[in-house]
């Protein structure tokens, strides 16, 4: 008898921490479910201490034993801003053109997304904000008029709920696998034009208009979001645009202007407009980053496209710094213009190679459950790299696309006053949310990203709420301002 029920027991305890890990890789297990297995753990335990005969000793240990389970269960999944979450795992396909939702399943998905922010988003600690939920019945409402609830209309419904947040990293949508994309746009790329208006409206009109249906920090960088709307069907109908006949206005860097009109036979599927790029078609084989020295200049330019804090980034790092101290190059600038984010170590890898023996890199709360969890005293003790030492001038090339943790990379090094930062603000603010966790709506199957830290800027005594570069200008004249500034001809 006590062995039928110490093994019982020790299944059950064993069961949480199973599918703790199992929901990495196959989300969506409901949080009832693990609620019921630790209440079956208890129970378990009641039982072996009741009935199973056992010694004190057993009892004990079995208790301690169940305990330490239920609570390793329960904090795994209410106190786990990943729990559910796709971190792992390829979220599911749709074709969200097509898709039609009952008035119950659209309902269902946004319950799903008001549970999560209200789980994991730092601003929800103390209950939903007034303006979210007055956003949220107003969805809820308008949806149940329609006659007919299409994707596309709950994804508008979804952004005008989070949009309130002012968060740029708390956002939904359609995945860019999933999309399909404007056939010429590469070609129109490559010969230098960009979308000026669509139907005759000019880009900024445009997005006054739909302004409610974007997360942004910067407005450059809502702008360039829905510039990428622009040239997929997804997004034009997302933005409420006729894809059977929609005008372009494209305009070149010598001002010059070209219409053309474009129909739905005109997108093609991600896939294929990827393979049609053939400037991008070696991209997979391309490394995230690299260098070049220009040793006329004394220039060294470390371009970096993602933050991943590997070996093959650190080494790129060392050889560089290496060639740098060989060649007694005064000049190192990092490229940051198409940088998305990514682990934020990359700033801290690059700062032990300049003369610092400690650097401000802000503080952070962390969002767990209905706990939040500080992020020190928001000092770095510098590991320096003594036999490369980089004491030269620093500068840092950024865009609106610089965002996250290539914006934290140009906050380290302007609020240090490590060097100068060029070109556009970073696409959001120093003293805001990220750290996301993605879900996947149930019935639409859209994706949200919810942030789950609240970052606080590393020199908290500036009032600039964005890092403003030292030096404005476009984004794509920042290598050619960076020669002017150093006194070298632009190569």
Request: aromatic content about 10%.
């Amino acid at each position: 008898m006590k062995k039928k029920y110490l093994l019982i027991s020790a299944a059950l305890c064993l069961l949480g921490p199973v599918l703790l890990k199992v929901d990495s890789y196959f989300p969506h297990i409901p949080e009832y479910m693990m609620a019921l297995l630790t209440g079956l753990m208890i129970g378990a335990a009641v039982l072996f201490f009741l009935k199973s005969g056992g010694g004190i000793l057993s009892k004990i240990l079995v208790t301690v034993y169940t305990v330490l389970f239920a609570v390793v269960t329960i904090q795994g999944v209410y106190c786990n801003p990943y729990w559910n979450t796709y971190m792992n795992t390829e979220m599911e396909y749709v074709d969200i053109l097509g898709q039609t939702l009952s008035y119950r399943e659209a309902e269902k998905d946004i319950d799903y997304l008001m549970h999560y922010l209200k789980k994991d988003h730092p601003m929800f600690i103390d209950g939903v904000p007034e303006d979210v939920q007055q956003v949220c019945e107003k969805a809820v409402q308008e949806l149940k008029d329609e006659e007919t609830i299409t994707g596309i209309m709950l994804y508008r419904k979804v952004q005008n709920i989070v949009s309130v947040l002012g968060d740029a990293h708390t956002s939904g949508g359609v995945t860019q696998k999933m999309r399909h994309y404007l056939k010429d746009m590469h070609q129109k790329e490559k010969d230098g034009y960009q979308i000026t208006a669509v139907n005759g409206i000019g880009l900024k009109e445009l997005f006054r208009e739909k302004e409610d249906l974007y997360c942004y920090e910067t407005e450059s960088r809502a702008l360039s979001r829905m510039a990428t709307d622009l040239i997929t069907l997804e997004g034009l109908e997302f933005l409420d645009i006729d894809p059977d006949q929609v005008r372009y206005t494209f305009r070149n860097d010598t001002g010059e202007e070209k219409e053309a009109v474009y129909g739905m036979a005109d997108f093609i599927p991600y896939e294929e407009y990827e393979a049609a790029d053939v400037s991008d078609q070696d991209a997979d084989e391309k490394p995230f980053v690299s260098y070049r020295i220009d040793v006329p200049g004394s220039l060294a330019i470390l371009t970096l496209n993602e933050c991943k804090n590997s070996e093959e980034y650190r080494t790129c790092l060392q050889e560089m710094f290496t060639e740098v101290k060989a060649e007694n190059i005064r000049n190192v600038a990092v490229d940051l213009r198409e940088n998305g984010g990514g682990n934020s170590m990359v700033a801290n890898e690059f700062i032990r190679y300049l003369d610092v023996d400690t650097y401000k890199t802000g503080t952070h709360s962390w969002r767990r459950g209905p706990f939040t969890v500080g992020g020190g005293d928001g000092v770095c003790q510098n590991d320096i790299h003594s036999d490369l030492v980089f004491d030269g001038e620093v500068f840092v090339l950024t865009s609106a696309d610089t965002f996250s943790s290539a914006m934290l990379f140009s906050e380290f090094i302007k609020d240090n006053h490590l060097g100068r930062i060029i070109g556009q603000p970073p696409g959001n603010a120093p003293s805001g949310y990220g750290e996301i966790a993605i879900f996947q709506l149930p019935n639409s199957k859209l994706y949200v990203q919810i942030s789950t830290k609240k970052f606080m800027r590393a020199d908290e005594k500036t009032e600039d709420k964005l890092v403003t570069p030292d030096i404005l200008c476009d984004a794509d004249k920042a290598l050619e301002t960076l020669y002017g500034e150093i006194g070298a001809s632009f190569r």
